[in-house]
């Protein structure tokens, strides 16, 4: 039997993994693919971290740049600009919220942790800023480590892989993990990296063996969360991709997804709850 790693030292709080967590979505950017410009005051930021919290989100995971496909990076100033005033205030308002920051910059993660974030989500794994690895270890936080292939500038333009894409994503967080072990990072999280350099079909070769994962012996996050493998596939939008990501992520749970990223906490919740039960229920 395979060894999991199932709990997370969250700013000294110790998160089990055991049961998974939801992890909700709140985006501080004008243009993400879903949700771009909503939160831009500090009345909807709370009024949307306050319905997430009620509906059970485990973890609030704030972005302050756009990762979508085509999206440009933009300066280290601007994102903190963005993020930093939106922690203060959350946690004025709800403290002890567990908080996690999407950022690909080693400053941004320094910075918002030594403001009261206790995780890093980083969809680059350090290969846009060299430095990220080192803070990381440094400053001694869960990190999510994820796939992605390119930058979200170019990940899409031209997606190929030399060899099957489930074995060279395990092979690229094999190689990343042992350069954060080396850092001595003790929390890691693995993210596939659905939508991040991949074509529909590889977003579904990766969740359909998503459990071979678990010979990394870590939690195993998803974002499946409204994106194209959805909605290109039945041919709806965003918007209306709803029902298509309940049933990924009852899928996810299924191949032992621990974190789901998400939009829609409340969905999200009971699709858990539901599936929690027909686990626990025995075969006649």
């Known amino acids: 039997m395979l060894y999991q ?27 993400s693919f879903f949700d771009g410009g909503r939160y831009q005051t500090e009345k909807a930021l709370l009024t949307q971290v306050e319905k997430m919290l009620s509906e059970g989100a485990d973890i609030i995971d704030i972005g302050g740049m756009s990762s979508r496909p085509g999206a440009k990076l933009i300066p280290v100033e601007e994102e ?3 993020v930093l005033p939106a922690i203060r205030t959350i946690l004025k308002e709800h403290p002890g919220t567990v908080i996690s920051i999407d950022t690909v910059r080693s400053e941004v993660a320094r910075q918002t942790i030594g403001a009261g974030a206790a995780i890093i989500n980083d969809i680059s794994a ?28 170019n990940m899409q333009k031209s997606v190929q892989y030399n060899g099957h894409v489930v074995t060279t994503v395990m092979d690229f967080l094999i190689e990343k993990m042992g350069q954060l072990r080396a850092l001595d990072v ?37 974002g499946l969360s409204r994106k194209s493998m959805i909605h290109k596939l039945l041919d709806v939008t965003p918007e209306t991709a709803l ?7 009852f899928a996810a749970l299924e191949n032992n997804a621990k974190i789901l990223r998400v939009h829609d906490v409340l969905e999200a919740k009971e699709t858990l ?5 027909l686990k626990d229920t025995p075969l006649l």
Not at 192 to 208: S, W
Not at 243 to 249: C, F
Not at 273 to 277: A, M
């Open 5 to 31: 790693h199932t709990t997370l030292n969250c700013q000294g709080r110790i998160m089990d993994l055991t049961r998974p967590k939801i992890m909700g979505i709140l985006n501080l950017t004008p243009d």
């Open 80 to 82: 903190l600009n963005r």
């Open 126 to 153: 350090g290969t846009i800023d060299p430095g990220m690895f080192k803070t990381v270890g440094e400053i001694n936080c869960p990190y999510i480590l994820m796939h992605i292939q390119g930058i979200p500038e």
């Open 186 to 222: 003790k929390d890691i999280i693995i993210d596939p990296g659905f939508g991040f350099g991949k074509t529909v079909d590889h977003n579904y070769e990766l969740l359909k063996n998503l459990s071979s994962f678990r010979i990394l012996e870590v939690p195993i996050m998803v």
């Open 243 to 249: 029902n298509g990501t309940t049933a990924l992520h």
């Open 273 to 277: 709850t539901l599936w929690e039960k």
